[in-house]
């Protein structure tokens, strides 16, 4: 979608190693989330961020951590990817004011395998 | 957020009506109706948002009857391309730390030929 990117789009791992995916935003909208989704199963939410520098976990945190340096970078890391996190992870924003912090932008999702 | 409950699936044909409804009865005062939809292989597209009786969008309409306790979407004349899952999401963050938005299984509308 436009103002929201992930990168890389595929990755193909193994288990053990560590990965990170990228979500690059140009709204300058204040709220970023990751979440991850398995076939045939809704979203869940791992991490998300309110600011530089302000996270806090969702759903299914474990195994991952996430880091927002600036405003438009929100990186989420697998340290030791194991075949569980084999997903798709959605990065989404928000500007996050009354109603609209519901309405959430979607990036294309990054696909990741864990072997 | 407040607790939504949806049909897990729902089958209709082209052409005719779909109605959607989403339960949630802990909907407080200052909270918003919001819908997505998801096609395979894609994030989730918001398509409406609501907070009391009609809205309505070049996408579909969205019905909210006075106690707000329940929401109904409203997709008109489906056609095949309008196979996908929506979502119903019902809130507002609180507070920055606690913008957490969570979404519920959704609703797995197939529509057919």
């Known amino acids: 979608d436009a103002g929201i990117t992930q990168s890389p789009r595929h990755k193909v791992t193994e288990t053990g190693t560590p990965v990170t995916l990228r979500c690059h935003q140009t709204e300058n909208h204040r709220y970023m989330y990751w979440y991850r989704q398995d076939p045939g199963h809704g979203l869940r939410l791992i991490h998300y961020s309110y600011g530089v520098k302000d996270t806090d976990k969702g759903e299914v945190s474990d195994g991952y951590s996430v880091s927002r340096s600036k405003t438009e970078d929100f990186l989420l890391t697998l340290e030791s990817a194991t075949s569980s996190q084999t997903s798709v992870y959605f990065c989404?924003?928000?500007?996050?004011?009354?109603?609209?912090?519901?309405?959430?932008?979607f990036g294309a999702g990054s696909r990741l395998t864990v072997l | 957020l407040a607790k939504t409950t949806q049909p897990i699936s729902m089958d209709s044909y082209e052409g005719q009506e779909v109605n959607i409804t989403c339960s949630h009865n802990?909907?407080?005062?200052?909270?918003?109706i919001t819908w997505y939809q998801q096609f395979p292989s894609q994030g989730p597209r918001f398509i409406i948002q609501g907070y009391k009786t009609k809205v309505t969008n070049e996408v579909a309409s969205l019905f909210i009857p006075a106690d707000r306790k329940s929401s109904t979407l409203s997709l008109p004349r489906v056609s095949l391309s309008d196979t996908a899952v929506y979502y119903c999401l019902v809130g507002v963050p609180r507070s920055s730390s606690a913008s957490k938005i969570i979404f519920g299984s959704g609703t797995r509308l197939s529509i057919r030929p």
């Open positions: 802990n909907i407080a005062t200052n909270d918003y």
């Open positions: 989404a924003i928000s500007a996050g004011q009354l109603a609209g912090a519901n309405v959430l932008t």
